[in-house]
Each structure stands twice: as structure tokens, then as C-alpha cells.
């Protein structure tokens, strides 16, 4: 079955860290550019983060730049995303998705993806 799978969420208090894996079943990744999406309660999905299938290009949203780092591993067949600083405002459903046409910009929730995951819940609060 060809699919995303997000991993790592979980509760955490502000300031801390969590990482997240995406992980591909029945395709490679090294041919995807992957991007990172969130949403919250009441919120609009937003492009957090994303990486070009060479991993040579990144993109941050404003809100998360310095604090959060994408990175691709083809040899596990997986993307990271690493989240330091932590912030209450950084609560909600993270998904990540990927495209072979795309090369990773715009990072924007409103493309069409070939893939998306089921998302993994991150909540951040004391």
C-alpha cells in the first residue's frame, strides 16, 4: 500500500522539543520533494515546512524559522522534522505530504499532493 505515515507526536511543555518522522510505505521518497503542514482548532492549514526531493532546498514558515529544522533521510526512506522551542501557538494536527512534480515551492497547504498522511497531533502546554 503506498502511503505516509507521520510518527512522534505527543505532549510537551513549552520550550520543549519533539521530533517528527514521515515515512513512506510502497514508494521511495527520493524522488518527493516533502512538505510539512499543520493545522489547528479554528485555525487554516499552514505550510510549515518543506524540502526538495534533493534535499538541497528548504522552506520555513516565518513562525517556525530557527526553531524547526526538515530534513530527508532516502536511505531510511523518511523526513524529519525537528521542533526545539516550542510554543503553545505550535499546537495542532501536523501532516506531511509529498509530490514528484513539486519541487518544495511554494511550501502551501493548497496544492494538490500526490500523497498526505494521517497526521499526528502535537500539543504544546504546561
Known amino acids: 500500500q503506498l502511503q505516509l505515515v507521520e510518527s512522534g507526536g505527543g505532549l510537551v511543555q513549552p520550550g520543549g522539543s519533539l521530533r517528527l518522522s514521515c515515512a513512506a510505505s510502497?514508494?521511495?521518497?527520493?524522488?518527493?520533494?516533502i512538505g510539512w503542514l499543520r493545522q489547528a482548532p479554528g485555525k487554516e492549514r499552514e505550510g510549515v515546512s518543506c524540502?526538495?526531493?534533493?534535499?538541497?532546498?528548504?522552506y520555513y514558515a516565518d513562525s517556525v524559522k530557527g526553531r524547526f529544522t526538515i530534513s530527508k533521510d532516502n536511505a531510511k526512506n523518511t523526513v524529519y522534522l525537528q521542533m526545539n522551542s516550542l510554543e503553545p501557538e505550535d499546537t495542532a494536527v501536523y501532516y506531511c505530504v509529498a509530490d514528484r512534480s513539486w519541487d518544495g515551492s511554494p511550501c502551501s497547504p493548497n496544492l494538490e499532493y500526490d500523497f498526505r498522511g494521517q497526521g499526528t497531533q502535537v500539543i504544546v502546554s504546561s
Open positions: 510502497g514508494f521511495s521518497l527520493r524522488y518527493y520533494a
Open positions: 524540502i526538495s526531493s534533493s534535499g538541497a532546498r528548504t
